[in-house]
């Protein structure tokens, strides 16, 4: 993962271990406004170099995210990287520290699913279709109580071992899935043009 790392930091300049959020920026459905806000509190709380990266493209709602972001007084640690191609996702995913997805309204919620076939931990929400997607191999948060994502981000940046159980517990979650109908999935969501990211 140090190579991802080394990417991570020329194409984004992020150095410090890192929170990451992949969806698109759509607001109210992937709560990233609430993520944020438990963001600031974890940052508040514990002082931690940790950062959070929000990897999407603008989507229906997308200035309130934005907004968000910039009135945090941890804004500088706030990292949006407009929309990333599917090429870089993997690198993405290896370098996170921990993949954070506390979306209040799911399809199918593939990127769990991706950053735990990474070796990335994974914090979830089970909305929609994630409680079948993460099964027992995420750290489940609750997504309309931000202490409880804040808590959530806390556990995750200073437990190791929890990270690495994570890690473990992701890449056995993540061979149950047939790559080839994931693959069909997500072509079928580009043919309609909703693509999550």
Not at 116 to 134: F, K, N, Q, T, W
């Amino acid at each position: 993962h140090v190579a991802a790392r080394e990417k991570a930091r020329q194409r984004w300049g992020i150095d410090e271990p890192f929170f990451l959020y992949v969806s698109r920026l759509e607001h109210p459905a992937k709560n990233h406004v609430r993520l944020i806000e438990a963001f600031s509190r974890f940052k508040n709380a514990t002082g931690s170099p940790w950062k959070l990266m929000l990897a999407g493209g603008d989507w229906h709602g997308s200035e309130h995210i934005h907004s968000a972001a910039k009135a945090s007084p941890h804004a500088a640690e706030i990292v949006l990287t407009g929309f990333v191609e599917d090429a870089a996702l993997p690198d993405l995913y290896r370098a996170a520290g921990c993949m954070v997805y506390p979306s209040l309204f799911e399809g199918f919620g593939l990127p769990p699913v991706e950053a735990m076939a990474c070796g990335c931990p994974v914090i979830s929400s089970l909305r929609g279709a994630l409680d079948e997607v993460v099964g027992d191999a995420a750290h489940i948060v609750d997504p309309e109580q931000v202490d409880d994502i804040a808590q959530a981000l806390s556990r995750l940046a200073t437990d190791e071992q929890k990270r690495e159980r994570l890690v473990q517990s992701g890449l056995r979650n993540a061979q149950r899935f047939d790559w080839g109908q994931c693959a069909m999935k997500m072509l079928s969501l580009w043919a309609g043009g909703a693509d999550d990211r």
